[in-house]
């Protein structure tokens, strides 16, 4: 089992997907353990995956740029040659690690969690057809594979979303992220068009080198590396395309823990990095991404602060991670970003399957009915918080370590890296004042906070273990613990070689983070648990701001205007075109016309034998005339 | 065969026939009773028979006479086996409705 066996990763859930669907209500259980066990056998297969890479790693040093198989799918003498394989380096098995025990945490959870669902077989065959296709993503070596499985984490992303598809809201919300993402992914297809126009190959890293070679025309490049990132901005939520993901709430909450905080949406960040040569060669192509992740971050953090809904603050606090991992992408530090991909991986599905175990024990999400809780679900408390306080960047929690990693890659961009201290207290606050209002203080709905409980086994042990991922997955980033799990120099260095972007802890940089951090979690304990009212009056004060914030900035209302004023009228126009010109006048037109005449000519037929033998005698006759006309 | 050819020219067979098959077509369109039509019919198919004959007499000997004359043989079979089924079919006609006008028998239109 070495790297280039990588493709029975996918394959494995694949096939648990098919058994599901096809015989999924014969099997006991409706087959949640084949699930169950095809993703934890991926999982297990990531590890001789591991060991291969980093003993590959040892022998080559930095010549070693990944290990490919891939076999011949399809070809057409001369020139096309598609294939189908797996590319394995440093960030594919980041991204396995993450994708394939984030997906088994979920699953394992989603078995206490969707007990009793009416598809729960269904749940189980989408989740499994999510993991596979998203270890395919992750593992494609060319980008038509990965197109197709960037396309079914869409998929299955709408299925799940639209779960509860009896809720207009949830079958809304599935139909908005699916046509919000399909709004990027059309530029990716159209990228990964030119770029093989000007290749002849779909492979990326042939891509790669051939744009490094200067093989692709600039404004070719150029295009295609802004096309590439408005498909990573569709899939990965940055703005303007970032509306669909507080949307997506509507999925069973294991679904936004697995798809919408720790896999799919970090798909696009997956993407860029992969492709970021590409960018590099493009002048202001960095620049653009880091622009847009700093907007998207920064826009975001606000938004925390005012929303109610559990769900949706946990899913703007995505928003502002991702941004954040788009910082990182744009100011040249990848390795950063793949860190906090890693990290944020862990400690946002944490802060998800709490917010489930929330909801489970309550059936309340909004966080004006709940409150109190601290002490009837002291392990979801515990393990919120250990969530909560890494996504806010709290010191030696997992999230600190990476969030500085991208503060010191930002260090030289004056403006962002301002920006970036910014936003920090403000994500902090958030994260507080939702810990505060969702556990401590007075139960706001007694009745409720009372039958409270802490969540059975299946669902507390995938939580516990998350919290204490959280806890240490941070430290990879050290030379020693690296060492130990086999990658001397942490996982800076293992992620890219030989370039210079090794972990650098800059103490003023952590102190600095770690006050401004410090800061807003006071001042979000001040302001919702010391006195509750200052948040009200602040609402008061400043309200068209925070009314602006509680619309989301009007960007949803301005989406809607849109597609009223210009999609709807667009439509309308073709609606009335297609009713009066295509169907009245084109279709029942010639059908009415050929019945008219019809209805003229059977007037002919008299049904009197006189009439039909003078037609033909005079057929007859003209028929001769003829004849002998032409004859002479 | 030959005497014949030799006193009477072909020409007289011809106008012959096509007198007859003119009668016949006359007949058809101005004859309102069923079973008069069909007499007019024979009658044209008797001017096509004698056609026939007549070409099968004056052409060349070695191997058109046979093929002419089978022909009219046929011709008269055929007339034979029509008559039949026509004379069958006005029969019903006349039981259905009580007659053999034509004019009368314009059901079949839209």
Not at chain 1, 122 to 140: E, P
Not at chain 1, 322 to 329: D, H, P, Q, R, T
Not at chain 1, 531 to 540: N, S, V
Request: a negative charge.
């Amino acid at each position: 089992m070495g790297m280039t066996d990588a493709w029975l990763l996918p394959v494995l859930p694949a096939g648990a997907f098919a058994v599901l669907v096809l015989f999924g209500p014969y099997l006991p259980r409706r087959g949640d353990w084949l699930a169950i066990a095809a993703i934890f056998a991926s999982f297990v297969l990531t590890f001789p995956i591991i060991a291969d890479l980093t003993s590959a790693l040892a022998e080559h040093g930095e010549e070693f740029v990944g290990a490919a198989n891939s076999i011949p799918w399809l070809e057409v003498p001369g020139n096309l040659e598609l294939r189908l394989g797996v590319h394995v380096d440093a960030i594919t098995v980041v991204m396995l690690v993450v994708g394939s025990f984030v997906a088994l945490m979920v699953q394992v959870y989603s078995l206490s969690y969707m007990r009793g669902d009416s598809r729960y077989g269904w749940y189980y065959a989408a989740m499994s057809l999510f993991a596979a296709s998203m270890l395919a993503l992750v593992l494609a070596d060319n980008f038509l594979l990965l197109y197709f499985a960037w396309e079914l984490v869409g998929l299955c992303s709408y299925l799940l979303i639209g779960h509860y598809s009896h809720l207009r809201s949830a079958a809304e919300a599935a139909k908005k992220a699916f046509i919000t993402t399909r709004l990027g992914d059309v530029g990716l297809l159209i990228a990964i068009i030119l770029l093989w126009r000007d290749t002849g190959t779909f492979g990326i890293q042939e891509v790669i080198a051939a744009a490094q070679a200067g093989e692709i025309r600039t404004e070719v490049l150029t295009a295609s590396v802004v096309l590439l990132l408005l498909g990573a901005m569709g899939k990965s939520a940055q703005f303007p395309f970032h509306v669909w993901l507080p949307d997506a709430m509507e999925g069973p909450t294991p679904v936004s823990a697995l798809i919408h905080a720790a896999t799919m949406v970090v798909a696009g960040v997956y993407l860029v990095a992969r492709t970021l040569p590409l960018f590099e060669l493009v002048a202001g192509g960095p620049e653009l991404v880091l622009a847009i992740g700093l907007f998207t971050a920064f826009l975001s953090a606000f938004l925390g602060l005012v929303m109610t809904d559990i769900k949706r603050v946990i899913a703007y606090s995505t928003i502002n991670s991702l941004g954040l991992m788009f910082v990182a992408l744009g100011v040249g530090a990848p390795a950063a970003a793949m860190l906090y991909l890693f990290t944020h991986a862990f400690f946002k599905a944490l802060l998800f399957l709490g917010a489930g175990s929330v909801i489970h024990a309550t059936e309340r999400q909004d966080v004006n009915q709940l409150g109190g809780l601290w002490s009837k679900m002291p392990l979801t408390g515990v393990t919120f918080a250990v969530g909560a306080f890494s996504m806010a960047g709290l010191p030696f929690l997992a999230g600190f370590w990476a969030k500085d990693e991208i503060l010191v890659g930002a260090l030289e961009n004056r403006v962002a890296f301002s920006f970036l201290l910014l936003s920090l207290p403000v994500t902090a606050m958030y994260m507080t004042r939702l810990f505060i209002l969702t556990f401590l203080g007075q139960a706001r709905e007694p009745e409720v906070a009372k039958h409270a409980h802490d969540a059975p086994l299946a669902m507390s042990v995938p939580l516990a273990l998350l919290a204490l991922l959280t806890l240490v997955t941070g430290l990879v980033v050290f030379d020693q613990v690296g060492r130990a799990l086999g990658f001397p120099g942490g996982i800076g260095e293992l992620i890219f070689l030989g370039e210079p972007e090794v972990f650098h802890f800059d103490t003023g940089v952590a102190a600095a983070s770690s006050e401004l951090v410090a800061l807003g979690i006071i001042a979000g304990w001040f302001a919702w648990a010391v006195r509750p009212e200052l948040p009200q009056r602040a609402a008061q004060a400043f309200r068209p701001i925070h009314a602006m914030l509680v619309n989301k900035y009007y960007l949803d209302d301005f989406y809607q205007a849109i597609i009223d004023r210009v999609v709807l009228a667009g439509s309308r126009v073709l609606a009335w075109f297609d009713r009066n010109v295509v169907n009245d006048t084109g279709v029942d037109g010639s059908a009415l016309t050929t019945g008219f005449m019809g209805y003229l000519l059977k007037f002919q037929q008299t049904g009197k034998l006189p009439n039909y033998a003078l037609a033909m005698v005079i057929g007859v006759v003209a028929l001769a005339l003829v004849a002998f006309t032409l004859k002479t | 065969m030959e005497a014949v050819a030799q006193q009477i020219p072909l020409e007289h067979f011809l106008v012959l026939s096509a007198i007859l098959f003119s009668l016949g077509v006359y007949g058809v369109l101005t004859r309102r009773n069923a079973v008069l039509i069909l007499m007019s019919v024979e009658l044209m198919l008797n001017a096509a028979s004698i056609n026939m004959v007549a070409f099968a007499a004056y052409a060349a000997p070695e191997r058109a006479v046979v093929i002419g004359i089978v022909f009219a043989v046929f011709i008269i079979t055929v007339a034979a086996a029509e008559v039949g089924l026509a004379l069958a079919i006005i029969l019903r006609v006349f039981r259905n409705r009580g007659t053999a006008n034509v004019d009368e028998v314009d059901q079949l239109k839209w």
